[in-house]
C-alpha cells in the first residue's frame, strides 16, 4: 500500500512500468522494516556464515532483505533484470524487447551495524534496460553512467522509517506509516553550499594521500586553522543514515580512496551505493567526486560491483575538493 507515493509518481509522469517497479521496492522495504525492527528479537542480526561477493560476513537480515526484494521486485513486469551486492551475478526475469528496466540494490547497507542497533538501509537504483530483441539481460546491460539512472533512492530505518527518492525532480520524502503506507513528509532536501560538517573515517587518516589528510586537517583545525572557521565531524559507518543526514541537514560525506585500497578505486560500490546516493544529492543541489573524473555520475562503468572514491555533498566543500587535485 503506498498511497502518498503513487500521487507523487503520477505528478512526476513516470512511465507506468517505473512506477509499478518503484512501488513493488517501496513495498518490499515495508517488509524489510518489519524484519529489521523485529527481527533481532528472533536472531536475525547474527551472522549466516556466508560471504558476498565483496568478501563481506551476511547477516542473515542481508540475505532476507535480498530474497524480499527478489520475491516482489520480480512482479513488476516491466522488470526486466536485477542486480545486487549480495550476488555475483545478475538476475534476469524476463525477456522484453520494449521498454524495460534494471533494478540494482544494496539490500541492507551498514548491516555491521544492526547488532549494534544503528540505523540501516536499503538503497536502490533503476536504469532503463537497453532496447534490444526479447533476450536474457546480461552484465553489459547493467554498465551505464549514473547519469542514465530513472529513478534513485533508499529507505533509512532508523526511529523512522523513510523512503527518500527522485525520478525528475528533487528528492521527495515518505515516512512509513503505521497502516504500511508512504506518507509524504513535507520535508524539501536542499544541500547548503557551505559545508558546516562532515562525515569521514578519521581512523584512516594514515592511510589517505598527503593532499586528502590535509584537507581533513584544515577541518580539523577549525577557526585557528587555514579555513577560519569551525567544522563539526559525525561518522555512523552507516552510508545511507550519513548521507540522509547530508540530504536532511548539509554537509559533506567522504569515503575516499586510500593506500589499503592499492588498484581499486574506493570502497563503496559505484552502481547500487555512489551512484544512487550522488543523483539524490545532486538534485538537492549538493556536487560530488570520485577523485578523478568529476562527478560521480560521470564515472565510466567497467564492472558490476565496481567500487569508486566518493566525496558528496556541499558544493563550495566539493569545488575546494577538487581544486586541491585529490
Ligand atoms: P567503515 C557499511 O559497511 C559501508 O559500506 C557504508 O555503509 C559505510 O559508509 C562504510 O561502509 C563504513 O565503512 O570503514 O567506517 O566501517
Same mark, same amino acid.
Given at each position: ?72 521486485? @520480480? #512482479? $513488476? ?5 536485477? +542486480? *545486487? ?6 538476475? /534476469?526475469? %524476463? ?97 547548503? @553550499? #557551505? $559545508? ?5 573515517? +578519521? *581512523? ?6 598527503? /593532499?586528502? %589528510? ?99 555533498? $556541499? ?12
Amino acid at each position: 500500500m503506498s498511497t502518498g507515493l503513487e500521487a507523487y509518481l503520477r505528478e512526476q509522469g513516470a512511465p507506468q512500468s517505473l512506477s509499478e517497479l518503484i512501488l513493488a521496492t517501496a513495498d518490499a522495504c515495508v517488509e524489510i522494516a518489519q524484519l529489521v525492527r523485529f527481527g533481532a528479537a528472533g536472531d536475525l542480526a547474527s551472522a549466516s556464515g556466508a560471504e558476498n561477493v565483496q568478501g563481506e560476513v551476511q547477516k542473515k537480515l542481508d540475505i532476507l532483505a535480498n530474497d524480499i526484494l527478489l520475491r516482489d521486485c @520480480a #512482479k $513488476a513486469a516491466g522488470l526486466k533484470a536485477m +542486480a *545486487s551486492e549480495e550476488m555475483d551475478d545478475v538476475v /534476469p526475469v %524476463r525477456d522484453l524487447d520494449g521498454e524495460g528496466w534494471l533494478l540494482l540494490f544494496d539490500p541492507l547497507d551498514g548491516s555491521s551495524n544492526i547488532d549494534v542497533n544503528v540505523s540501516i538501509g536499503t538503497i536502490f537504483s533503476i536504469l532503463p534496460a537497453p532496447r534490444t530483441e526479447a533476450r536474457p539481460a546480461i552484465e553489459a546491460d547493467f554498465l551505464q553512467t549514473g547519469r542514465a539512472q530513472a529513478a534513485a533512492g533508499y529507505v533509512v530505518y532508523g526511529p523512522q522509517t523513510t523512503l527518500v527518492l527522485t525520478v525528475t525532480g528533487a528528492p521527495a520524502v515518505f515516512t512509513l506509516a503505521a497502516d504500511g503506507s508512504w506518507t509524504p513528509s513535507g520535508a524539501t532536501m536542499s544541500i547548503p @553550499a #557551505k $559545508a558546516k560538517e562532515f562525515a569521514i573515517n +578519521a *581512523s584512516n587518516h594514515r592511510h589517505w594521500s598527503e /593532499p586528502m %589528510r590535509a584537507h581533513v586537517e584544515g577541518w580539523l583545525a577549525g577557526a585557528d586553522g587555514p579555513r577560519g572557521r569551525d567544522f563539526n565531524m559525525r561518522w555512523i559507518a552507516s552510508m545511507v543514515a550519513d548521507v540522509h543526514r547530508v540530504l536532511t541537514r548539509g554537509g559533506v560525506f567522504l569515503y575516499p580512496w586510500d593506500k589499503r585500497m592499492g588498484e581499486k578505486a574506493g570502497k563503496l560500490r559505484l552502481l547500487y551505493e555512489a551512484n544512487p546516493m550522488t543523483l539524490l544529492v545532486e538534485r538537492a543541489g549538493g556536487a560530488s567526486f570520485d577523485g578523478k573524473n568529476g562527478s560521480i555520475l560521470d564515472t565510466p562503468v567497467t564492472g558490476l560491483h565496481q567500487r569508486v572514491s566518493v566525496m558528496l555533498g $556541499a558544493s563550495e566543500e566539493i569545488a575546494i575538493l577538487i581544486e586541491a587535485g585529490l
